[in-house]
Each structure stands twice: as structure tokens, then as C-alpha cells.
């Protein structure tokens, strides 16, 4: 039994521990009990309640005495006797159980919905009847007052079949094109039917007319919602003679009183999965909601979540046993799931040992099931040098890691690393040191990386105090940390850009250290001036001041210009240099390897041995590179290894203005001798 306390609200997963085969012997039984604690906290509330693969539907006698229960695989049906807590019997299908309804108030009387179109009706004795209907089924009900068995699917039909005369009626015909549940009001016997376009429509089965409609999928669109397809009825349940509610295929449930055509409440599951199930509490105002993941239990005039129930399979049909605690889930697995939540009422009579169980389990404090256990990773196990241990009982794989015993953990941890809390300690010191010092002047330390404008940038911060945009704050910006931080933002000074650029820049602190200048200047003749002529000579300085400013500009645009010319003629003479050592460097690689004859250059007044030799320039390049570098021709290659084929489109030589010249001198020679041909398309008068 597994104990699990969300929102609050104890629940017992009474279903939960090992279950041992039934192949085993008995001596093999008891030993296993006496070994394993899983297999001796268990509870079996019921013997063999399972199915071989898959539950789809579960429900409850209406006497309170028997289960069923529909599986596969083979398809099969279980009925359970709660007074022995065992088996009662076990029939299989040919085909699944899509739905079953129990006529009787026992199991004396069972109808089966199949999924190859057919009904199948069982006795007490075994099968009784099969027949087939025309279109494939998804519900069923039965209205007991008529005797007549209402089956609706793949069709606008709501098929009757009259079980007390055994024959078909006339059906019902809906606006929908397929309709996927219907529901009887057990007070006043209203048929209500769902279907696959957000509607319910309301059946009177005494008149066999439609009394209402209803359109549910106006009410499940939101602002926040975003629907790709109309929502679709999955679920209906009444509660009494006025209150229902309708599940949807987007994961909402909505409460109406049938009195009004608006839900007064809107409970939305928040998963996206079609809501499977819905039932009420007999006596306190909950309501239980059931998609694939989740049972929701929450209060049915506000929507506040009671508790929820998490599903480690996903779940297929719920079934709450009257006026108990008990929940029955029929899910994706072997074991079918019982639930049992104490605060929402007493355990059946059947089990009501439950109780005083549950209530030593609350008086006792149990550890979580991993407290003594310490989750660890592949990485952090070998750091530990404990990696020979796995497969071993001492480690318990886990998703991407092992559970190991905490004990271990720790003795492996003081072994490999004794000094860990003494530098937590010091780590520890330090940082508090560090924050008691933060209120101390703090000295402005020069990055590593842009040491030289982090030094233009501090400067321009000491200077420039007026701006209400200084340039300095980048240095404190968040934004360009990575630029005082990161190698790859280093300026490299020794690049193009950066030697084109640097006139401008030197130029620009140049022109900043002349108007200093000028203005030193400036203040000192002021100083000489003030006792005599200060209005006249002031008047004067300041035009002779935007003299030399504009002199001191142009002069400056002049120099600008000449340095970056200065630079650019460098940099191509340095890339000339470095394709002449290039070629130098080839040739004579291969004058050294091949013994050809060497040709050398002797000068007047010269000897032999102070002779060059000549180099004679050749071009190794392949003919496929040196085509693409000339303009004239364009070549193209096609095929493949042995039918290599290479096309080349020779152009056309531009004529010069001579032979331009020429060919015009030469028309007009003969332009007389030509007879012209323009009266030949003349008409003859």
C-alpha cells in the first residue's frame, strides 16, 4: 500500500507492491514473504484482480455486490463477489467491449456493446443472444420504465431495441452526423445524447419527440484558448433531477441546470485530453473528473481542487462505489486501481478493516521512500571511484543515474575528498568578507582584453564631465562586458582597417590637442589684456580665434588625407612584396629539383662569380584555375572519370576605334556601286 498526500488529502493507492504469480508454489510464497518487505506490505483487497493486458471499463452492481470488469487480451469479462473478495466467474468475447450496462440489479442480466458491431446479452447461466446493429456503436443505455435498450455511434441514428417484445423500434433521428454518448436521468428518465459537434439534445422516450437542444462549444471558447476543431461530447453524467455534466475533447467540464441553456460552472482540466469520465459524490458537493492522466476532485460550486489523482498508466473508465471513499480505475496495465481517500467517506462494508487500518497508518510518521538513498551520476560516480559497483545490489540504476545508500555515499566522499568542508569553510569566509567590503572605495581595475580603450575610455570619464552622455559608461555596462572580457573582441592593430583607420583617430586626438592648446593661448592674452582694452581686444581675439580654428581644420582635413593615403600605398606595397618572395620561393624550388641549364646576367666591369642568374617567370597554376582567372573565356567541365569533357566559349575581340573607322571608310566606297532594293514592294500605278 502506498500512501501519497497531495493538496493535504490523504490517499491510499491500495493496488500498489509486487504481485507474485500464481504458478508459484506455496513453500515459494512464504519464502518470498519472509524475504521481501514490498511483497509483505501489501494489501490484497481483492484476489486476482486483473486483466491479462488492458482494463477498458469497470463498474459496480446496483446492489453494491458485484464488480465487472471488461479487458483484453483475449476480450474478456470479470466478475468479482465482494462478500469472499474473490473471482466469481470469467467469459471471453470474440470481439473487445466498447461499453456494458447491467440490467439486473446483480449479474444476472448484461448487455455487452462490441466493437464489430454486434450485441451480446448474458445471463446468469452464460451468453444468451447475439445480435448485429447496422452502424458501429459507441454507447449505450438502458431506459428501464420501456424495457428499451438505446445504442448510438457512427450515425445520426439513436437506435432502440424493445427487449421486452425483441425486436428493433423506430429510432431517433439526430441533426449531428455521429453521436458519441448518451445518458438517462435516473429521476425523470430524460435521454440526453452527445455528439461529435459540441451539441446535447434531449430526448423524451413517452412522446419519442426532441424537447431541447444545446450547444456546448460556444461556452468552451476563451480568449486564451486556441481551438484547431469544434469540441467534441465525450462524457455525461446526471446528478439528480436537474444538475448534468458534460465533458468535452478539449478538457473541460461544464455543470448546467437543465432549466438554463448557460453552465453556472467551467472547469477546465488544463492537459488538452478528452475528459473520459464524471461522477458526483452521493453526499458532499464534490464532483470527479477523469482524463488519461489525471482524477480531479473538486468542489462543484466553486471549482476549487479538493485532491487529484495521478496516473502511472493511463487511465480508461472510473467507477465510485456508493456512499464510500472507494474509487475502482480500469487503466493501462495489468492491475486494475483502487484507491482509497478516507476523508471523503468510510471504506464498503465489505472491507472495513480499511478504516482502523488507516488509522494506526496516520498515527505513524514514515520516512519518504528515498530518504536514505542518494540520487548520483554517471560523472559523480566515477569522481567517487566507485564505478566497479555497478550491477551490483549496492547501486540501483535510475533514469541517467544511480540510488545508492547515503551511507556509502558519504564514507566514499570523505575518503576521496577529507579536506571539502574546510574549503567550504574558507569559500564561505571569503565571501562574507567580500560583502562586508563592498561599501570601501573600490579601485577600477584595467581589463585584459582592449587595454587601450578602456585607458581613452577612463580619460574621456577624468575629462569629459559636462556630457550628460559620457562615453565611460561602457566600461560599467552589462551590455558590452564581453568587449573588455573576451579575446575574440580584441582590436587587432596590425589589420587593414585598422591602419586605414588610425590617421582619422590620431588625427582626431592631434586636433583635440590643439584647440587645448589655443585655449591655453587664449587665456593667457585675456590675462594681458583685461586692464586696458578688454571689450575691443576680446572682439578681436575671438575673430582672430575662428581664423586660426578654420585654418587648423583644413590643415587638419589635408593631413588626414595625406596619412591615409600614406597607408594605403604601404599596404600594397607590402602585398607586392610578399607575392614576389612567393613566386621567388617557387621558382626556385623548382630550378633546384629539375637540372636545367641556368642562364645568368654579367654587367661591364663584373666577373662571373658576382653574376646573377636570370630567373625566367613561369606559371605553374593548374588550367583549370588559370581559365577561371581569365575574363576572355569561359570554360565548363562535364562527365566523369574516363569521359572527362572540357567546353570552352571563346569571345568575341572588341574592335578598336581604328578598325571601327575602317569599316565605315570602306562602305562608303562602295555604296554606290549597291542598287537599292526599296522599290521593289512599290505598287505600279
Not at 108 to 113: I, P
Not at 659 to 678: D, I, M, N
Request: glycine content about 4%; proline content about 3%; hydrophobic content about 30%.
Amino acid at each position: 500500500m502506498q500512501v501519497s498526500c497531495p493538496n493535504d488529502v490523504k490517499i491510499y493507492n491500495l493496488s500498489a507492491g509486487k504481485s507474485l504469480p500464481e504458478w508459484l508454489s506455496e513453500r515459494k510464497r512464504r519464502k518470498l514473504l519472509k524475504k521481501n518487505v514490498d511483497i509483505r506490505r501489501r494489501i490484497e483487497l481483492i484476489q486476482d484482480f486483473d486483466m491479462p493486458a488492458v482494463s477498458t471499463n469497470i463498474k459496480v452492481s446496483k446492489d453494491g455486490q458485484y464488480i465487472l470488469a471488461t479487458g483484453i487480451y483475449k476480450p474478456r469479462v470479470k466478475c468479482y463477489d465482494v462478500k469472499n473478495l474473490s473471482l466469481k466467474f470469467e467469459r471471453c468475447f470474440d470481439a473487445e467491449v466498447v461499453a456494458f450496462d447491467i440490467l439486473s440489479d446483480d449479474y444476472s442480466k448484461l448487455v455487452f456493446l462490441q466493437c464489430d458491431r454486434h450485441i451480446e446479452f448474458h445471463v446468469a447461466h452464460g451468453k444468451y443472444y447475439r445480435l448485429r446493429i447496422p452502424r458501429f456503436g459507441r454507447d449505450l443505455s438502458y431506459h428501464y420504465p420501456s424495457c428499451d435498450l438505446f445504442i448510438v455511434g457512427d450515425s445520426n441514428d439513436i437506435y432502440r431495441i424493445n427487449l421486452e417484445r425483441g425486436q428493433f423500434l423506430q429510432s431517433f433521428s439526430s441533426e449531428s452526423t455521429s453521436i458519441n454518448k448518451c445518458e438517462i436521468n435516473p429521476v425523470h428518465h430524460l435521454l440526453v445524447v452527445g455528439t461529435e459537434d459540441g451539441r446535447i439534445e434531449a430526448w423524451d422516450p413517452r412522446s419519442r419527440n426532441k424537447v431541447a437542444a444545446l450547444d456546448c462549444a460556444l461556452h468552451c471558447v476563451t480568449e486564451d484558448s486556441k481551438l484547431e476543431a469544434v469540441p467534441a461530447i465525450t462524457s455525461l453524467k446526471f446528478q439528480g433531477g436537474l444538475t448534468f455534466g458534460v465533458g468535452t475533447s478539449t478538457g473541460q467540464v461544464l455543470l448546467y441546470d437543465i432549466r438554463s441553456n448557460k453552465p453556472f460552472m467551467i472547469k477546465d482540466h488544463m492537459y488538452g485530453l478528452p475528459i473520459k469520465s464524471i461522477d458526483f459524490h452521493s453526499k458532499m458537493d464534490m464532483v470527479y473528473s477523469m482524463d488519461t492522466s489525471i482524477v480531479k476532485i473538486w468542489e462543484k460550486s466553486n471549482g476549487k481542487l479538493y485532491t487529484s489523482i495521478e496516473a502511472q498508466n493511463d487511465f480508461n473508465d472510473m467507477c465510485i462505489v456508493p456512499n464510500t471513499g472507494m474509487i475502482l480505475i480500469a487503466n493501462e496495465n495489468t492491475k486494475m486501481q483502487t484507491y482509497y481517500i478516507p476523508s471523503l467517506g468510510p471504506a464498503p462494508y465489505w472491507c472495513s478493516f480499511l478504516d482502523n487500518l488507516t488509522e494506526e497508518l496516520e498515527e505513524m510518521n514514515y520516512e519518504t521512500i528515498y530518504d536514505d538513498y542518494k540520487f548520483v551520476t554517471e560523472k559523480e560516480l566515477e569522481e567517487l571511484g566507485l564505478s566497479h559497483l555497478k550491477g551490483t545490489n549496492l547501486l540501483r540504476a535510475y533514469m541517467h543515474g544511480y540510488f545508492m545508500d547515503i551511507r556509502l555515499y558519504r564514507k566514499a566522499r570523505d575518503v576521496m575528498k577529507p579536506f571539502e568542508f574546510e574549503e567550504y569553510k574558507k569559500k564561505r569566509i571569503q565571501q562574507k568578507i567580500q560583502e562586508t567590503c563592498g561599501s570601501r572605495v573600490q579601485i577600477q581595475k584595467m581589463p585584459n582584453v582592449n587595454k587601450e580603450l578602456a585607458l581613452k575610455l577612463m580619460d574621456d570619464e577624468m575629462n569629459v564631465k559636462k556630457k550628460k552622455k559620457n562615453s565611460a559608461s561602457l566600461l560599467k555596462d552589462d551590455r558590452f562586458k564581453a568587449l573588455f572580457s573576451n579575446p575574440d573582441f580584441q582590436v587587432d592593430t596590425n589589420s587593414e582597417e585598422y591602419a586605414l583607420l588610425n590617421p582619422v583617430i590620431s588625427q582626431l586626438e592631434r586636433s583635440r590637442a590643439k584647440k587645448l592648446k589655443a585655449q591655453l593661448a587664449r587665456e593667457e592674452a585675456q590675462q594681458k589684456m583685461e586692464i586696458d582694452r578688454e571689450n575691443d581686444d576680446h572682439q578681436d581675439n575671438s575673430s582672430d580665434e575662428s581664423f586660426i580654428h578654420d585654418d587648423s581644420s583644413s590643415e587638419d582635413e589635408k593631413t588626414w588625407v595625406k596619412e591615409v593615403k600614406k597607408q594605403y600605398r604601404l599596404i600594397k606595397k607590402n602585398e607586392r612584396q610578399n607575392e614576389e618572395t612567393d613566386e621567388d620561393d617557387t621558382e626556385s624550388k623548382n630550378q633546384g629539383s629539375a637540372n636545367q641549364p641556368q642562364f645568368y646576367e654579367i654587367k661591364e666591369n663584373v666577373e662571373f662569380k658576382d653574376a646573377k642568374p636570370v630567373v625566367k617567370k613561369q606559371n605553374k597554376t593548374a588550367l583549370g584555375e588559370r581559365l577561371k582567372t581569365q575574363e576572355a573565356h569561359s570554360a565548363t567541365v562535364s562527365g566523369s572519370r574516363g569521359n572527362r569533357e572540357m567546353t570552352f566559349v571563346i569571345e568575341k575581340k572588341r574592335r578598336t576605334g581604328r578598325a571601327k573607322l575602317q569599316v565605315k571608310r570602306h562602305g562608303k566606297e562602295y555604296k554606290h556601286l549597291l542598287r537599292p532594293a526599296g522599290n521593289l514592294f512599290k505598287k505600279k500605278r
